[in-house]
């Protein structure tokens, strides 16, 4: 039986089974068996075949946005509204083969925007040019979804289905969970809070099928089976998501004012031009929340934006925007050293 076989088989059973107390345990295996096949389906092949051509770009500018959506959602026709790049449109599926870059410089920053090719359902198990989307989007600072307003809650579903399936996690934050592997001493347990999705005995079993046998484990928060396997592998992306709906046009008003109260959702049609400068902003405002602006010594330009990670050298200046406290709990304000003015 093939990976994929495995794959989809885990996946039945998850959906046959009832979640109640008594089948916890058996459904953690099974999610964490279901996440090391995903991963090994995602591995590089190890075959001397010939490598498939990748279409990434090189990364440039302040921060990195990549358009996702099914096909012929209007990603094209965007990129060419809100940049100078001329990216091919037309009215049949499959107008875009390959990523096409382009740039929006809006309040002194240089965003570059990716056009990619439309995915398919299956993306995620390598349908179409699925694995090559998915790699480019886990290198963005923010993903900018598409979705065609006329039938945009299937395609939302099956979207974020896919990404969560590749280790994308859109507008979440990592679990505030401590995962250490040692060479030796066994495994060690502990929580700082009441825990109700998860326990001692489940961790112990998840680390076993993982074939860690000796490391650390402190839990801080009330976490999720799904949220703990995130941990052990440690290759997940947190990605903001900014949910775009096309084609408003061809809905009711009723319709239109349903979506654009949806969180971070924008709605625009980009045949007619419609709200396309409120789009612009929302991007740049979600960019904005994961850089800082420094200035001094160690700037080689005046501004520089740094990432939020970014420890700042002495006699430099940094502004901090209010919402980047709020939004991001990693942010290391102790190492962000401020001076009087």
């Not at 507008?171 to 998860?198: D, E, M, Q, S, W």
Request: hydrophobic share 40%.
């Amino acid at each position: 039986m093939g990976v994929l076989e495995k794959i989809a088989e885990i996946e039945r059973e998850i959906a046959r089974t009832q979640k109640n107390k008594a089948t916890e345990y058996h459904l953690g295996l099974l999610k964490a068996k279901l996440a090391k096949y995903r991963l090994q389906l995602l591995e590089p092949s190890k075959s001397g075949g010939a490598k498939g051509e990748g279409f990434d770009v090189m990364k440039s500018g302040d921060a990195r946005v990549v358009m996702i959506g099914f096909p012929s959602v209007g990603k094209s026709t965007l990129l060419s509204r809100l940049t100078n790049t001329a990216s091919e449109a037309a009215a049949y599926e499959f107008t875009t083969l390959t990523c096409i870059p382009g740039k929006i410089q809006y309040h002194g920053a240089n965003i570059q925007l990716l056009d990619l090719p439309g995915i398919i359902e299956g993306a995620a198990q390598g349908k179409g040019r699925g694995r090559q989307v998915v790699a480019v989007a886990k290198t963005a600072d923010m993903v900018l979804m598409m979705l065609d307003a006329t039938k945009s809650s299937k395609q939302r579903e099956l979207l974020e289905k896919e990404l969560e399936a590749v280790g994308i996690r859109l507008n979440k934050r990592p679990p505030n969970i401590y995962f250490k592997v040692k060479k030796g001493g066994g495994l060690t347990f502990n929580a700082t809070c009441k825990l109700t999705k998860i326990n001692e005995k489940l961790v112990y079993t998840i680390l076993h099928d993982y074939k860690i046998f000796n490391a650390e484990v402190l839990i801080r928060e009330d976490c999720t089976i799904d949220e703990f396997i995130d941990v052990v592998l440690g290759n997940r992306k947190y990605i903001n998501c900014l949910y775009c709906y096309n084609k408003i046009d061809q809905i009711s008003l009723e319709e239109v004012d349903r979506l654009a109260r949806e969180p971070n959702s924008v709605v625009v049609s980009c045949e007619q031009n419609l709200n396309l400068d409120y789009l612009v902003d929302q991007i740049w405002l979600l960019v904005h929340e994961r850089v800082i602006i420094s200035c001094g010594l160690s700037a080689w330009l005046l501004p520089s934006l740094r990432g939020l990670g970014t420890r700042a050298p002495l006699l430099d200046l940094v502004q901090l925007n209010v919402s980047q406290v709020q939004m991001s709990k990693k942010l290391p304000i102790r190492s962000v050293p401020f001076l009087p003015i």
